[in-house]
């Protein structure tokens, strides 16, 4: 392994480390009143693509980290969704 794939591993810890907090959160308190539905919608959407990328180019950190973060952030989702429902 070199320090490319080093510091790609590096960086998809720590950026996709950064999206459990708030998943613990918004799964226990089923708390989403101060997230942005929209940004969440993009961001996913944009987790996606990036999740498709590292696929198609074979590179490990970036599939990883975004498959991960993109369960992180559809979970938020589905409790923000959940929560505009519910309130109707």
Do not use: C
């Amino acid at each position: 392994m070199n320090w490319i794939d080093i510091t790609g591993l590096v960086a998809a810890f720590f950026t996709t480390a950064s999206f459990v907090p708030q998943a613990f959160k918004t799964i226990r308190s089923k708390d989403t009143s101060a997230i942005s539905l929209f940004m969440y919608i993009m961001f996913a959407f944009g987790t996606l693509m990036w999740l498709i990328y590292g696929i198609e180019i074979h590179n490990i950190p970036v599939t990883v980290a975004n498959g991960i973060t993109l369960i992180l952030a559809t979970i938020i989702l589905f409790f923000k969704v959940n929560q505009i429902f519910k309130h109707k």
